[in-house]
């Protein structure tokens, strides 16, 4: 048996209800695992004493037998999630030593249903990045490597995907406005899903672009991500975006059985110097599925080229609005004021030191595009084209299509400091294939497939109807079996 | 709905240096919700509370909060919406509007700025009998409030008390069909009274419940009927808007100052520039807030973390079923039902409360005199003792009982009066205390008749004197209800006296 801490959560939830092992001792194994990780980054918080204390409560339900899928499983919580009485600054300055009072819906629903919190995980700052670049704590560093260059594990859930793919925790929680999902998942060689817009609550969560935020799990399989979800999911009544909508096994819609289901590929997801060996998983990816006996037809999707700039103009403006109750007035961090100083002072000297360039970048970008006399060219018209993203897909399902197949990213990941000379534009173009998703509201989900010739994991997307998680996952469930991804980063750290 | 016919006034006139103005005025009245919990978090609205302890983690906008609407306080704002004749918008949305200001956690408020939840309406603004203005509404959205910052605690900080963040306000939009100051005031007065009636907000304007922006801005006679006629506000003058008023005779003074002020710029070749202005009571002037250029971009955007509100018409119909009678159509039943004038009416059915109370005396009895009870007696004392129409120590059924006395001839008007006292002060039932008290009046005539006969044997002089000048016949009468304690009937003793006399 390996490790305990590198099971998947199913086989560890099927290990703990048998009494193979503890609670404790698969926590015990996590938390050994995270005290010989420094050098990845992963973790911005440990919390092994809640850690130690949730372990024994589980081992409690367990033995009473009152115990739903996630008990006793330890994860990491992305530090967007407020944790009750735990440092939760998403990954910024400008929330320093804030410890909020309450817990966020999410982290409660899988606290309640026995999961183990190991600490807050490294993130970019407010979720505003690619590359775990732009936090405050460094970037986590990806537990793939090439020779010696340290890579990127993706952002802006970096933290969450190196700890999953590291072993440093069984599942983690991870937040989707763009792709910081499934850009990390894919990167890391692990399983990232993006629900439903309105799956998840986002009370508690950090808000990034509320129009765009959603939260969802990574983990190392696909069918981890059904079980992870099953917790997370469910309506929420201080969330008004929140779906009334029951929440249904997501683990038993895993039949395997895939036959008949129409898969779309679409025309104008081909890009210009795409690399081929992305090309060519993308084609073996339709093959496993045709394989298994669904149909693989070509579709159009003929907005897409829209979706990224669209993006760059909505999520920036939500995130100006959002970002503007960090002021220093109520928590976080305030600058020290010199003699003279007024509330305008306070705003702009606090403000500059608490975000990082890439969160100033975007909320003046934000500002600039809600202006009075701009507000119609940018805003306005981002809105339009969001709701033709949005049509494009709702005709494709309309015409029969079930799901739709792409390329997570269009590379595997890249060396960490590498894009920082470049064009922030470049960075952005790593979520083309991720950010119509969010756009539309669609639950999308990266599943590893594949390696480059590098030797590097690479993902495919799939994306399904709304509200249809459950055959969105069995598909990617027979995916990931026909890829039969198995491999994990050799351990260096 | 039955109203009393009107004609409109004339607009004021202001007599510059060089020629005649006349205003025009559009005003935006900030109502507070009559509701216990704020418009997005559960919290608390109640006035007068410990600094900060009606505080939400939604309304301090800690990290990951969201607002969630409030149902009950849509529901008065349609309530208000269908008290002001308006359109309800089944369909609504939320933006925010975007500053940033240590008593707005958000750094936005949640305001309705596309999409409101009530459009147009109207309000008829009395002036006088059979003088109204009809103002013409633009519109009622829904928003939060800000709280508050307090800069005199100390030297070198400020404070903010977060208790009034995300109360929810209605701010009710005007055309600008207001065209004097003594107009401006009636309509916070008569909107004031409908939100009252319909108890969708208490008004108290003492404590910033309701505070109106004023806008103001001048023109020659005859521009205001050109832009009525064609929609063109470039007949009209730069406006002015005098924010935050909360006086109705602050509101009257700052327009009066504000237009003088408009048309000394103008007659002395200046323009006049848009801008915000603020009103110093104490030196009764307005001064600039800050200009055009000055001005805020709120950056107004729909407002992500709310989906858009759809209600029902079978829930408008339904509130609409519960609304009560409002101030137009009592007044209007009170005129035509008890016969009493417009003006009477006018008064009372300022407070529904009052005009309740009026309805209670007035069952079964003379309209007309019931109403001077309750206006001239009771309102009069009431007023005098600053006491409210529901803290009066006499009841319906005591003045009514009061009035029942007076109709029988049992007691005199005068009498009434001591009865009146007697009943305020004491309480008691007044058929008993007339009867216990011996306050009866005397009608009878053989009674009388020795009285007044003893006056006219002692007072030859007089007699004399009234034979004459019958208008001394008053005398007499005088002496006799003196010296019956105010018991004889009047009218009998003036009978008796004119008898007598023979005049």
Do not use: D, Q, R, V
């Given at each position: 048996m390996s490790d305990l801490n590198d099971l998947s959560i199913s086989d560890a939830r099927d290990a703990l209800r048998r009494g193979d092992f503890t609670a404790a001792e698969l926590t015990a194994a996590c938390l050994t695992a995270m005290e010989g990780a420094g050098a990845l980054n992963a973790y911005a918080h440990p919390t092994p004493d809640i850690a130690q204390a949730r372990a024994a409560a589980a081992d409690d339900r367990l033995r009473t037998g009152d115990a739903p899928a996630m008990c006793g499983i330890p994860i990491g919580i992305k530090d967007l999630f407020c944790t009750e009485g735990v440092a939760s600054q998403a990954a910024s300055r400008i929330l320093q030593g804030f410890r909020p009072p309450y817990e966020s819906t999410v982290s409660r629903q899988l606290r309640d249903a026995g999961a183990v919190m190991l600490g807050k995980l490294n993130m970019d700052e407010f979720a505003m990045?690619?590359?775990?670049?732009?936090s405050v704590y460094g970037p986590a560093v990806n537990p793939w490597k090439v020779d010696d260059r340290r890579l990127t594990p993706g952002g802006s859930s970096g933290g969450s995907a190196a700890a999953v793919a590291a072993g440093l925790c069984l599942g983690a929680t991870g937040t989707d406005t763009g792709g910081s999902i499934r850009q990390p998942a894919a990167f890391t060689g692990t399983v990232g899903l993006k629900p439903t817009y309105g799956r998840c609550s986002r009370w508690g969560i950090v808000a990034f672009a509320s129009s765009l935020d959603q939260a969802g799990p990574m983990t190392r399989t696909v069918r981890d991500a059904a079980i992870m979800l099953g917790a997370m999911a469910g309506h929420d009544p201080r969330d008004s975006t929140s779906a009334d909508m029951a929440v249904p096994d997501f683990e038993a819609a895993l039949t395997g059985d895939i036959r008949g289901k129409r898969i779309g590929i679409p025309t104008e997801y081909r890009m210009d110097g795409m690399p081929e060996e992305i090309e060519a998983l993308w084609a073996r990816g339709a093959d496993w599925l045709r394989a298994a006996g669904a149909e693989v037809v070509d579709i159009s999707l003929p907005h897409t080229k829209y979706a990224l700039p669209a993006y760059y103009v909505i999520a920036p403006a939500e995130a100006s609005s959002n970002l503007a109750r960090y002021d220093g007035v109520r928590y976080g961090h305030r600058a020290a004021l010199a003699q003279g100083d007024g509330i305008t002072e306070m705003y702009e000297k606090t403000r500059a030191e608490g975000f990082g360039p890439e969160v100033q970048r975007r909320v003046m970008v934000g500002t600039y595009v809600l202006s009075a006399g701009f507000y119609d060219a940018y805003y306005n018209r981002a809105r339009k084209v969001r709701t033709l993203i949005k049509r494009d897909f709702d005709l494709a399902f309309e015409a029969g299509v079930d799901a739709i197949l792409t390329p997570t990213t269009p590379s595997a990941a890249f060396g960490l400091g590498e894009m920082a000379q470049v064009d922030p534009v470049q960075m952005y173009l790593n979520d083309i294939f991720t950010v119509p998703v969010n756009m539309a509201g669609l639950p999308g989900i990266a599943v590893p497939a594949g390696m480059d010739a590098q030797g590097l994991p690479l993902g495919l997307q799939l994306i399904g109807r709304p509200w249809e998680e459950g055959p969105l996952l069995a598909l990617a469930d027979v995916l990931e079996t026909a890829a039969g991804f198995v491999s994990r980063p050799g351990k260096w750290w | 709905m039955l109203d009393l016919a009107f004609t409109p006034p004339a607009p004021k006139v202001i007599a510059g240096a060089r020629e005649d103005w006349e205003l025009v005025i559009g005003m935006e009245v900030h109502a507070q919700v009559a509701s216990a919990a704020k418009l997005f978090s559960g919290a608390a609205t109640r006035f007068g509370a410990e600094p900060n302890s009606n505080v939400s983690f939604v309304d301090a906008a800690m990290p990951g909060m969201l607002p969630v609407l409030n149902e009950y306080c849509i529901e008065q704002a349609v309530r208000t919406g269908l008290g002001l004749r308006a359109t309800i918008n089944l369909t609504s949305a939320f933006d925010r509007k975007n500053y940033f200001y240590p008593d707005l956690p958000q750094g936005y408020q949640i305001s309705q700025l596309y999409h409101p939840l009530v459009g147009e309406g109207e309000v008829r603004v009395d002036l006088a009998p059979g003088v109204a203005r009809m103002v013409r509404i633009e519109r009622i959205h829904v928003e939060q409030d800000a709280g508050k910052s307090i800069h005199d605690m100390d030297p070198a900080l400020s404070f903010v008390d977060l208790n009034r963040t995300g109360v929810a306000l209605m701010e009710i939009v005007s055309r600008p069909d207001i065209r004097g100051p003594e107009e401006a005031a009636a309509y916070v007065t008569k909107l004031r009274q409908i939100l009252r009636y319909l108890g969708t907000c208490d008004g108290n304007m003492q404590n910033g419940n309701l505070r109106a922006d004023v806008n103001v801005s001048i023109c020659r006679p005859g521009a205001y009927e050109r832009f009525r006629e064609t929609g063109d506000h470039g007949h009209l003058g730069t406006r002015c808007e005098i924010k935050n008023m909360n006086s109705m005779r602050f509101i009257q003074a700052a327009i009066e100052y504000e237009a003088r002020r408009q048309i000394a710029i103008v007659e002395d070749g200046g323009k006049v520039v848009q801008e915000t202005r603020l009103y110093d009571p104490t030196k009764g002037e307005t001064r600039s807030m800050r200009s055009k250029e000055e001005a805020h971009d709120y950056r107004y955007f729909p407002c992500p973390d709310l989906l858009p509100l759809e209600i029902e018409q079978a829930w408008v119909d339904d509130i609409a079923a519960t609304l009560p009678e409002l101030p137009d159509a009592k007044k209007a039943r009170f005129v035509e039902g008890y016969g009493v004038t417009e003006y009477d009416a006018d008064v009372l059915t300022a407070e529904r409360e009052a005009a309740d109370f009026f309805e209670a005396v007035a069952a079964g009895r003379d309209g007309k005199a019931a109403a001077n009870w309750v206006i001239n007696e009771l309102f009069g004392r009431l007023n005098k003792e600053a006491l409210a129409i529901t803290d009066s120590p006499v009841s319906a059924g005591q003045l009514g009982g009061l009035i029942d006395l007076i109709a029988s001839g049992e007691i005199s008007g005068k009498i009434a009066k001591d009865v009146f006292e007697i009943l305020w002060s004491e309480g008691g039932d007044p058929a008993r205390i007339v009867e216990d008290r011996g306050m009866r009046q005397v009608t009878d005539t053989g009674a009388l008749e020795a009285a007044v006969d003893a006056v006219i044997a002692a007072n030859p002089a007089q007699v004399e004197k009234a034979r004459a000048?019958?208008?001394?016949a008053g005398w007499f009468v005088g002496q006799v209800m003196k010296a019956t304690g105010g018991k004889a009937n009047p009218q009998a003793v003036n009978d008796i006296v004119a008898a007598r006399l023979g005049l």
């Open positions: 990045g690619s590359s775990n670049e732009t | 000048n019958p208008k001394l």
